[in-house]
């Protein structure tokens, strides 16, 4: 059982630099969400899909990107990273019908900017 | 947009109950989930509320009443474990799923 992948766990990169942060689920599930949370705050909703081709952005898209050309898979683009993207990201993804512990998160990514 | 309320910080004694509140402004409601999240892992779920009323769940109570934009998860026989940040979180008409900032919880012996 997979369930939400994401990868790396940890980076460090510098400013200025880009990456991609990789969130797959196996649950042929249609909703997913990528989510950052600082230290001693909640989640805040950076981009979210409600299915493959469909992308909406969230509280905080400035300064990332993402894409939804599989069902399966959710990447988040930083293309010039800053100091305050400075994080742990979470990806999750949930059924069309949400209800219950239907939602489904990854184990997070660590990530300093430097 | 959605506004989502809780309390920063609350302390309480191993065994006693504790009601955390949350208070939303929401355009379009789909439903209220309360998750605990230890440090430096992802959030768990703990309970979900559509209609109004309470949801029993062993030591773990939520309440909702949608009229008021009001809820509160209850922790019962509370133990040194359930320290933790419990988050109240809204799925709005768009489905996206708003999370509050937490709501730090310290059990003391």
């Known amino acids: 059982n997979a369930g939400v992948t994401q990868t790396p766990k940890f980076r460090i990169l510098k400013i200025g630099q880009s990456m991609t942060l990789q969130c797959t689920q196996d649950?042929?599930?249609?909703?997913m969400y990528w989510y950052r949370q600082d230290p001693g705050m909640g989640l805040k909703l950076i981009y979210y899909?409600?299915?493959?081709?469909?992308?909406d952005k969230g509280e905080v898209p400035n300064g990332y990107n993402v894409s939804r050309s599989t069902t399966e898979d959710f990447p988040l683009r930083l293309e010039l990273a800053a100091p305050s993207q400075t994080s742990v990201y979470f990806c999750?993804?949930?059924?069309?019908?949400?209800?219950?512990?239907?939602?489904?998160f990854g184990e997070g990514s660590w990530l300093t900017v430097v | 947009g959605q506004n989502i309320d809780q309390p920063t910080e609350m302390t309480a004694t191993e065994g006693a109950i504790v009601q955390i509140n949350c208070t939303y402004q929401?355009?379009?409601?789909?439903?209220l989930f309360w998750y605990q999240q230890h440090a430096g892992e992802a959030p768990t779920f703990l309970s979900y509320?559509?209609?109004?009323g309470l949801e029993e769940k062993g030591r773990f109570s939520s309440f909702l009443s949608r009229s008021k934009g009001y809820s509160y998860l209850l922790l019962k026989e509370l133990q040194m474990k359930d320290s933790a940040s419990y988050l109240c979180?809204?799925?709005?008409?768009?489905?996206?799923?708003?999370f509050g900032s937490g709501t730090q919880l310290t059990v003391l012996p």
């Open positions: 999750a993804s949930s059924y069309l019908q949400i209800s219950g512990n239907t939602i489904y």
């Open positions: 649950m042929n599930h249609n909703y």
């Open positions: 899909s409600v299915g493959a081709g469909i992308t």
């Open positions: 929401t355009s379009g409601f789909n439903g």
């Open positions: 509320n559509v209609l109004d």
């Open positions: 979180a809204v799925l709005g008409s768009a489905r996206q799923l708003t």
